[in-house]
């Protein structure tokens, strides 16, 4: 995975009769990947920045009435352009969300903040909430 990124400074330095430009790069912390996909239905796509570009894969889960040691699997791709949205802050992505509750929408929430954003604004419950790979995914039908 190549994670997303902003260059935020550089500076320039001489050494050994050569320039060399360092550069700090800011890695999105906290920031929020929102996709709004229009069709008959508003589907809104939000996801964390730290997970974007992820496949996030979970073996074996059993299921009520399976036999032991049968299990699906669940999996969950993270890397393609449904995810791929705009980068927002918590604010923005709180605002966004809110317009598309109003609207009747569809969401896909991944990533801690994504999904304590959907519990805050009580879109989500704690039981409508599973880990896949370490990772928390809500799926929210209004």
Do not use: W
Request: net charge neutral; aromatic share 10%.
């Amino acid at each position: 995975m190549i994670p997303r990124f902003r260059e935020k400074r550089g500076i320039v330095f001489l050494f050994g009769g050569r320039f060399f430009k360092v550069i700090f790069i800011l890695f999105g912390m906290g920031n929020i990947l929102v996709k709004v996909h229009e069709s008959y239905r508003t589907v809104v796509a939000v996801c964390d920045e730290d997970v974007f570009g992820r496949k996030l894969i979970e073996s074996k889960v059993e299921s009520p009435g399976s036999k032991e040691g049968a299990g699906a699997r669940r999996v969950l791709d993270v890397s393609g352009v449904f995810f791929d949205g705009q980068v927002m802050n918590l604010e923005e992505a709180r605002n966004v969300v809110i317009r598309a509750a109003k609207e009747d929408a569809t969401f896909n929430f991944v990533g801690k903040n994504s999904v304590a954003l959907a519990k805050e604004l009580e879109i989500v419950l704690d039981g409508g909430v599973v880990d896949i790979d370490g990772v928390p995914f809500a799926l929210v039908l209004m």
